[in-house]
């Protein structure tokens, strides 16, 4: 089989356009490098992202720089395709209407480079634990989905369920976003930064690692003390209940959810192709079809701006709703086309459902509960088979693992409050030069009253604190508007341009104790503009000379950026072909800003007005 060539990821190369084709069949685990076109220090890096019938994409491969990403293009054009596509090979939601219409199956790859042990000691840690090896220090990440509705994800050419890609992938990208990969999101995320920040990773690692061990030693204990009678029949239950529950071969937490879905479909696949046709025929197949009439509209407006210039932006308008009609009138017909009835498929879908709902009635209330429940059941099982004289040992170690624990809780708790007051205010000034200068942030530290706490009260009190697998605190960061709005937590209130704007924040905080080295920003120029805009724009090249930054932006301040190994890509929608990707050189570059600046007819102005921006850049 004959190679590809390789390509050059200079940032401005005369000809690059990314929508791509190679002689042969390529790989899918192909590990085409890209020639270093200039120096530049990094740590981890996204390489590359390979999408193939993918949404209105064909094929599109992207080599992306080691710093300053930034992604344009008119509003409609498919930027939202690609977020969605790395999102998809970072272990997302799949779903069949992601695979181009006409196409037997869509697949996403991305390339990560690693840098030393040290840095990734975390992530290589999880690789370890699942058999997985970082190749030549790089990591690729697939993601297959097929027209029957069958989704695969690979980590170096191996089949592995999608919950192990997400929860490798949130060492390896933050995005930061309206989408569902959002770290920021999660409250979790909140102590891991606090803790980055205090320095406190290894500590933590070590407090949860004896956490653990103190867990399976209680586990055992309560199984060990039981009496023979009780034993023998806790015995004939949990080999019951380990049998019924490993015999249904539970897949991803999320099976029942897609499994009612496709039984939901299949068994109203009549009327859904019914209704999806009638649909279809309204949009664009009748000769009094809504395209029909918006097209005949479209060139009314077009003949209409040879004499008023200044309904462009009307015209442009219309352009976007066509685009968009004809997209959906796209994706129903092919929707359309692949659901017909299949009585068998759907008696085994029903079937299933009756197996996963009965595991639920027993077990748990999702199917991660269950999961649990197993895996609890087997340990009690050993913990039963162990010899009562096992006891005695058990109670000594459970009881100086939670000296350790009661020790170490109090040196992390104390560094975690010193470190929470500095870190809100350094937050604090950074938002301010992002226009969030009437936003507060406080990071909240809470603890949990529980009866049955391993932790004493400090004050010497009779009540007693839980102790969590990560110490003490209940970590979440709480926001306010203003000065008198109270404090609410942030998952609640921000949008997702605030949120970006604030984990811009958080990331030019604590960058140097950060391990993701690949972040993407989405919707972070949202209700900003002139100086705002700017100082956003700042803020990502200061990030960008220390990590690599993928920004997907509207605004030309933010778009003129050129710091060291800045790369500029435009993203545009073509009739025939679909969504496609340009690499821009420098005169393409300026024309870009440009058409951001003055809209689609670029000016003279325009175009001095993105020369003086690249300049200043360049300064």
């Known amino acids: 089989m004959q190679s590809p060539d390789f390509f050059c990821t200079d940032p401005f190369p005369n000809c690059c356009t990314l929508t791509v084709s190679y002689p042969g069949n390529l790989p899918l685990n192909s590990n085409l490098q890209p020639l270093p076109c200039h120096h530049f220090e990094y740590t981890s890096m996204l390489e590359e992202l390979w999408i193939k019938d993918f949404a209105l994409i064909r094929e599109v491969r992207i080599a992306f720089g080691p710093g300053l990403n930034l992604i344009t293009g008119e509003t409609g054009a498919g930027k939202s395709i690609l977020l969605g596509a790395l999102n998809l090979a ?15 199956r869509a697949f996403v790859e991305a390339v990560f480079s690693l840098p030393g042990a040290e840095k990734t000691k975390d992530l290589l840690t999880l690789l370890a634990e699942h058999g997985l090896d970082s190749e030549d220090s790089t990591l690729i990440l697939r993601r297959e989905i097929t027209a029957e509705a069958k989704s695969r994800s690979f980590v170096n050419s191996r089949n592995v369920p999608s919950t192990l890609v997400r929860e490798i992938s949130r060492h390896l990208v933050d995005i930061h976003g309206q989408n569902e990969h959002q770290n920021i999101l999660r409250t979790d995320t909140h102590r891991q930064l606090l803790d980055r920040f205090a320095g406190l990773s290894e500590q933590t690692e070590t407090f949860r690692r004896l956490f653990k061990e103190r867990e399976d030693r209680r586990q055992k204990l309560q199984s060990v003390s039981l009496d023979e009678n009780e034993k023998n029949r806790r015995l004939e239950l949990l080999r019951h209940e380990i049998g019924e529950i490993e015999a249904a071969r539970l897949k991803e937490n999320n099976e029942l959810e897609e499994i009612e879905n496709q039984e939901n479909s299949l068994a109203n696949a009549e009327s859904i192709v019914k209704e999806l046709s009638i649909a279809f025929q309204g949009l664009q197949e009748s000769d009094e079809s809504v395209l029909s009439h918006l097209s005949q509209i479209e060139r009314n407006v077009e003949h209409a701006v040879q004499y008023e210039p200044g309904i462009n932006q009307e015209l442009d308008s219309l352009r976007e709703a066509r685009y968009l009609l004809e ?75 939670t000296t350790q624990l009661i020790k170490k809780a109090r040196v992390i708790s104390e560094r975690r409050n010193q470190s929470a007051e500095q870190l809100e205010k350094m937050v604090q000034r950074e938002l301010k030069d992002l226009g969030m200068e009437d936003t507060r942030i406080r990071i909240s530290l809470k603890w ?93 090249a200061e990030l960008a000379s220390r990590a690599q930054v993928v920004v997907i932006t509207h605004l030309h301040q933010i778009a003129g950026l050129s710091v060291a190994g800045t790369v500029h890509f435009k993203v545009a929608k073509d009739r025939e072909k679909g969504t496609s990707l340009t690499r821009l050189n420098p005169d393409q570059r300026l024309h870009e800003l440009a058409r951001m600046i003055s809209g689609s007819e670029v000016t003279d102005t325009a175009l001095e007005h993105a020369r003086a921006l690249l300049k200043n850049g360049d300064s």
């Open 90 to 104: 970072l272990g997302g939601k799949a779903s069949t209407d992601m695979i181009r219409s006409g196409s037997p």
């Open 448 to 540: 949990e009253l529980s009866e049955d706490g391993d932790f004493p009260d400090p004050e010497g009190g009779t009540k007693k604190y839980a102790l969590g697998s990560s110490g003490l605190e209940i970590v979440e960061l709480l926001l306010g508007s203003g000065a008198d709005e109270t404090l609410r937590p942030l998952r609640k209130i921000a949008s997702g341009g605030e949120m970006s704007r604030i984990m811009l924040a958080l990331k030019k905080v604590i960058i140097d104790s950060d391990p993701v080295f690949t972040m993407l920003f989405d919707e972070v120029d949202t209700g900003v503009g002139g100086g705002i805009a700017e100082a956003v724009g700042q803020k990502l």
């Open 327 to 401: 997209d959906a009138a796209a994706r129903l017909r092919s929707k359309a086309e692949k659901l017909e009835p299949d009585p068998e498929k759907l008696q085994i879908l029903r079937e299933r459902i009756d197996v996963l709902n009965g595991l639920l009635r027993r077990y748990g209330k999702s199917i991660a509960e269950v999961k649990s429940y197993h895996e609890r059941a087997v340990n009690e099982l050993a913990g039963i088979e162990l010899s009562s004289d096992e006891e005695q040992k058990l109670r000594k170690e459970i009881k100086e693992l």
